[in-house]
């Protein structure tokens, strides 16, 4: 039993181990900050670009917590996300009402037909 | 027997693989909804996958904070912009992204993506140092019950980290959430004279 588990835990291959191996908590946050980047440069919606900074947030609140918590179990990287938490949050506040603003003054969020700084 | 329980159990493994589907899938639904708010209601579900994720990380304080703040915040405050600004319906829901722009994104993301597996491999001999590590750390914890967890939980130490060691931090949090109050305000408010 005890060998299975340590065989379990230690888990180097790829994939395995499933919730014990942290290779699978870097390869999900790896997949969310690829994706945000992705959905950064393709979107033209400001609001669809606030939503790739956000899942970039999200995947660095996860490394942040995966690498404290197999480092045993240390509060340091827990205190770390929720900073990244808190300032998510203010940004999304002032982020959307930035797009309030442009929306105000252009009747658009289209990134590319907002492309005069000054009306 | 209580062995198997506190190290996770085969059941924990498949909801752990059905939360980090359900994660990638609504991320990857994020980027190529046609409609923002379908992207927006997939960023939800997202965001629900995460604090699952924290929750296997044994991060319970925090997983709920991620659904307080994130769910119950964040979410409705991207609501709120998309039906504000898209009665333009003319604009189709953005429907037509550029071609260019969507072979760009996947490229950049494609690297990114390659770089981060080529660092993690990288660092494979202290990966499966650090699932070693986290195993002895559970060693000390197979004793532990739901009575000793309630009776001192961890987000007392949490607490006393923010206010201690991360004290200063803490304020400044405070003073930057006041100020992107007081700028979201300003910033949105039509220009009115005297």
């Known amino acids: 039993m005890e060998a299975f588990l340590q065989t379990t835990f230690l888990a180097d291959s790829l994939l395995g181990g499933g919730p014990n191996n942290l290779f699978n908590y870097l390869l999900l946050s790896g997949i969310l900050f690829a994706l945000g980047i992705f959905a950064m440069i393709s979107r033209r919606n400001a609001v669809g670009i606030l939503m790739g900074v956000e899942l970039i947030l999200n995947a660095s609140g996860i490394n942040f917590v995966a690498f404290s918590r197999f480092n045993g179990h240390h509060l340091e990287g827990q205190v770390f996300t929720l900073f990244i938490i808190v300032l998510a949050a203010a940004e999304a506040a002032v982020a959307l009402a930035l797009v309030l603003a442009v929306f105000q003054t252009h009747r658009s969020i289209e990134l590319d037909q907002v492309d005069e700084m000054k009306l | ?194």
């Open chain 2, 1 to 194: 027997m209580e062995y198997s329980v506190q190290i996770m159990s085969p059941a924990a493994h498949i909801l752990f693989w059905f939360v980090m589907v359900m994660t990638v899938a609504s991320a990857a639904l994020v980027v190529v909804a046609k409609k923002i708010l379908h992207a927006a209601f997939a960023l939800s579900i997202c965001f629900l996958g995460v604090s699952g994720i924290y929750v296997f990380l044994h991060a319970d304080f925090l997983a709920a904070v991620q659904l307080i703040v994130y769910v119950g915040g964040i979410i409705v405050l991207i609501m709120f912009a998309i039906m504000f600004s898209s009665h333009t319906q003319e604009a189709g829901g953005e429907g037509g992204r550029h071609y260019l722009a969507l072979g760009a994104g996947a490229a950049t993301a494609l690297i990114v993506f390659t770089s981060v597996l080529m660092m993690v491999g990288k660092l494979n001999q202290p990966l499966a140092e650090q699932n070693n590590r986290a195993y002895e750390a559970y060693q000390h914890t197979v004793g532990i019950t739901a009575a000793d967890l309630a009776a001192e939980p961890q987000r007392l130490g949490l607490g006393h980290m923010l206010m201690g060691e991360y004290l200063l931090p803490f304020e400044v949090a405070s003073i930057l959430v006041l100020a992107a109050l007081l700028g979201a305000v300003v910033i949105v408010r039509k220009e009115t004279k005297g």
